[in-house]
């Protein structure tokens, strides 16, 4: 059983900042790429941030200059620092982790999805 939750979300004014958290807990074996999507009222889910193993990123291109993901391995913790936000990043957030869990001797690779926070920015 593996979990992922998230915290930090809130109302903030536009131009304000806020950080994410999303910490994964369970039978985690390891973790690849773990990142972060977005859904607003009425749109599709959409990438907002991404980072491997490694510490590659990537960034949606409304997000880039202003948002930055983070991982902490050893806390099996993903953060996204958003800064200068704008009301068009009013949405759902939803954290996201490819990991390999470990159970009866063998292991397995999952997708898992935390349960979202909302991020309300005002104009």
């Known amino acids: 059983q593996v979990q992922l939750v998230e915290s930090g979300g809130g109302l903030v004014q536009a131009g304000g900042s806020l950080r994410l958290s999303c910490a994964a807990s369970g039978s985690i074996f390891s973790i690849n790429a773990m990142g972060w999507y977005r859904q607003a009222p009425g749109k599709q889910r959409e990438l907002v941030a991404a980072?491997?193993?490694?510490?590659?990123?990537n960034y949606a291109d409304s997000v880039k200059g202003r948002f930055t993901i983070s991982r902490d391995n050893a806390k099996n913790t993903v953060y996204l620092q958003m800064n200068s936000l704008k009301p068009e990043d009013t949405a759902v957030y939803y954290c996201a982790a490819d990991i390999v869990v470990l159970t009866t001797g063998s292991t397995y690779e999952y997708d898992y999805w935390g349960q979202g926070t909302q991020v309300t920015v005002s104009s």
């Open positions: 980072i491997t193993g490694g510490g590659s990123t």
